[in-house]
């Protein structure tokens, strides 16, 4: 279970694109739980479970992941082992995003 901020590896179902463009299906960064609320402050489909929740992922808040596409979350404070494993238009990728 996501407490409501802390520093997180996320591995996600879908990939996702990046700030920097790329697409990942992993992200390491500090991590804060947010949920969708309508102009008067009311919390959007609480019936709904994960729906309209979502996790942002360093400290400018530009990575901004579904609840609902996240698969793993665990909490680690140190920078995760990254292992080269793609390349994107001839050049080798970290397979971990890296929110700062």
């Known amino acids: 279970m996501l407490k409501e901020s802390g520093t ?3 591995t996600t ?4 694109c990046a700030p920097d463009g ?3 299906r ?4 500090v991590c804060h739980l947010h ?7 009311i919390e ?3 019936h709904r479970g994960r729906e309209g929740v979502y996790v942002t992922v360093g400290d400018s808040a530009k990575c901004k992941i579904a609840m609902c596409n996240i698969h793993y979350a665990f909490e680690m404070d140190t920078l ?9 238009n001839g050049l080798e990728v970290d397979n971990i995003y890296i929110a700062k």
Do not use: M, N, Q, R
């Open 8 to 10: 997180y590896l996320i």
């Open 22 to 24: 790329v697409f990942y």
């Open 80 to 88: 995760p082992k990254i292992i080269k494993s793609k390349t994107v």
């Open 35 to 41: 949920e969708f609320y309508d102009s008067d402050g």
């Open 44 to 46: 959007h489909i609480k």
């Open 13 to 16: 179902d879908l990939s996702f």
């Open 26 to 29: 992993a992200v390491w960064g």
